[in-house]
């Protein structure tokens, strides 16, 4: 285990938020605008909602890119967001703004529209059949998952190039198990002997889909009064390649929470999508190299609270009974 982490990267900068509001009154030709409130949820930008009048198109959402490497994922974002408001009817906001010059102000940001509903992570206590959120969860994902690319890659803003998908498994398992060796983990062997067996039963996919790979109720709205996913957003992080990884962030964030919700998702992918018989299996295997991946990660920066939540997570995952169903 590790010491304790810094606060999130979004709170380690700070922004004038009177200046943002100038800057989009000015973009927009609006009157001052009214109200600037960071939004909760975000962890590694500056996401602030701006009300210049008191309907929903008098509203926009302003994502602030404030860490370097992380530019080229809100570029990423915007050309994918195009995409995918072009191939599907999924309810992805519009892109208002972008300004990747850092001429206005010394971090990237692009203007999103407001989308209706409520956040997900703060209503999802409040929806009475949940299996309803469940089937509209698999929906979606099935539609997302119908994206598809030539070349898997890790994350779609990096220029890095791969032709296999289990190339890039290894290399994140590679990479995992050698940051556990360095910091005197005393059972990686365990680890890597689970791993060894898993990865034998993984099919290189034929095509390569699009993965949220942040699939979360954070990044989701959803309306109470038409039980229906109304935005989804946030695809900084999005992959190409298995399709059956973006369950683990599921299982993670959701699933294990809300087993109903769970069993009406997998119900309903099963119908429209690709599902895997032995997806439960296969989902489990993700969930640990997800971890391996964000225990480097959050070890790189600093996050050293998240990499001991890390390790946790890939001990209950690899040593533990693992629940289903």
């Known amino acids: ?41 975000a962890f590694t930008n500056k996401t602030l909602l701006v009300r210049f009048g008191e309907n929903d198109n008098d509203r926009v959402v302003a994502k602030i890119c404030i860490k370097e490497d992380r530019f080229p994922k809100l570029e990423l974002e915007t050309n994918l967001i195009s995409r995918i408001a072009s191939e599907t009817e999924l ?4 892109i208002l703004h972008k300004d990747f010059s850092r001429s206005k102000i010394k971090y ?50 990096s220029t890095e190039k791969h032709n296999s998908w289990k190339k890039i498994l290894e290399e994140v398992i590679t990479t995992g198990i050698n940051k556990l060796q360095i910091n005197n983990y005393a059972h990686v ?27 979360q109720p954070q990044n989701l709205h959803w309306d109470n009064e038409l039980q229906r996913i109304v935005g989804v957003f946030d695809f900084e992080s999005a992959m190409a390649g ?21 069993k009406s998702f997998y119900d309903t992918y099963s119908k429209h999508g690709n599902l895997d018989e032995n997806y439960e299996n296969l989902v489990r295997f993700y969930e640990v190299i997800r971890d391996l991946y964000f225990y480097n990660r959050d070890i790189q920066y600093g996050e050293l609270d998240r990499a001991n939540e ?16």
């Not at 890597?192 to 390569?208: L, N, R």
């Open 189 to 215: 062997k365990g680890v890597e002997e689970y791993i060894k067996k898993e990865f034998s039963k993984v099919q290189e996919p034929k095509k390569y889909s699009l993965v949220h790979r942040d699939l």
């Open 242 to 262: 298995d399709h059956h990884f973006e369950f683990n962030f599921l299982e993670r964030r959701l699933f294990k929470t809300y087993p109903v919700i769970r």
């Open 91 to 94: 309810p992805v906001p519009d």
């Open 310 to 325: 890390d390790v946790e997570s890939i001990e209950r995952l690899v040593f533990d009974n693992w629940q289903v169903g």
């Open 1 to 41: 285990m590790t010491m304790s982490s810094k606060m999130s990267l979004s709170s380690q900068v700070e922004i004038d938020d009177r200046e943002i509001g100038k800057i989009l009154s000015e973009i927009f030709g609006r009157t001052e605008a009214k109200e600037i409130r960071h939004l909760s949820y």
């Open 108 to 157: 990237p940001f692009v203007v999103y529209s407001f989308l209706s509903g409520e956040n997900l992570a703060d209503s999802i206590m409040h929806i009475e059949e949940k299996e309803k959120l469940g089937i509209e969860l698999g929906k979606l994902a099935s539609v997302l998952h119908q994206i598809k690319f030539d070349d898997p890659k890790f994350s779609l803003a």
